[in-house]
């Protein structure tokens, strides 16, 4: 599933082609997503300009003057900037068509993914309105998780995993932000101290900054703008790395089932 970075790497992609144009039409060829596409998208679209393009959590965000196209990519969804006449594939299911006679192709073989509209104030959709910070707000840090942690018995992978907490630490992020850390992604979230949530806060950051960087991480299905996958996957330290020597102290890594999630540590390093 796409994360956080693989999101904001769409959207850099894609800033410099739809800012400031003006959408000509959409064609929806399939509006089964995860909830049907409004059958009004292109009535509510048609001649708006966008003025900007937000990324909150892994949604992104297709602002107007009167609401904001809500896009997200679910299990396997993408966006792509093509030519008006670019050959349709199988598993193209929306164009956004713009004046100057660029398109923007929605692909999504599972279909898991939407596109809603939001009128308005789109942080105040329904989706997004109970959203935890983002990881790079100043609201987020190692104090604001140890005071959010008190007392919690919930696994610290699963607790630093839930949105409304923080945003876009998703499975592979918060694995990789974890061992870094040196924290047992198994320990209760209460049972870790201010210092080390400040560590871990840092690593968070760290991590995910080092994975815009390198356009995200394709593990299977993930391509940019440009059709191009992520190259972060190349320096994962534990994460789909079950019995591979530890990169630090060369202990075999494990995998543990958390949060119906499997999550992968050095038992040696990570306490």
Avoid at 255 to 263: A, Y
């Amino acid at each position: 599933m796409p994360e956080l970075p693989e999101v904001e790497t769409t959207r850099r992609g894609i800033e410099p082609h739809v800012l400031g144009k003006t959408v000509a039409g959409v064609i929806i060829r399939q509006a089964q997503m995860r909830w049907p596409v409004p059958k009004d998208l292109e009535d509510t679209l048609k001649d708006k300009t966008i003025l900007q393009l937000q990324r909150r959590g892994k949604y992104i965000l297709f602002v107007v003057d009167s609401g904001a196209l809500v896009v997200h990519l679910g299990m396997s969804g993408s966006l792509r900037i093509t030519s008006a006449d670019a050959p349709v594939k199988k598993h193209d299911h929306i164009d956004i068509q713009f004046s100057q006679g660029m398109n923007l192709r929605y692909h999504d073989p599972r279909r898991f993914g939407c596109l809603l509209w939001a009128a308005g104030n789109p942080l105040a959709h329904p989706l997004l309105a109970e959203l935890g910070p983002e990881p790079f707000d100043p609201a987020f840090s190692g104090e604001y998780l140890h005071q959010a942690g008190r007392g919690r018995k919930t696994a610290v992978k699963t607790f630093i995993m839930d949105s409304h907490l923080v945003v876009g630490v998703g499975n592979i992020y918060a694995s990789e932000a974890l061992f870094r850390a040196g924290i047992d992604p198994r320990r209760a979230a209460g049972r870790i101290g201010l210092q080390r949530y400040a560590a871990l806060a840092k690593k968070i950051v760290e991590v995910l900054s080092e994975a815009i960087a390198q356009g995200g991480t394709t593990l299977r299905d993930f391509v940019n703008a440009n059709g191009k996958p992520g190259y972060f996957q190349q320096t994962l330290a534990v994460y789909a790395r079950e019995g591979e020597p530890c990169l630090l102290c060369g202990t075999p890594i494990l995998s543990v089932r958390l949060g119906q999630r499997s999550s992968f540590y050095c038992p040696r390093c990570q306490h």
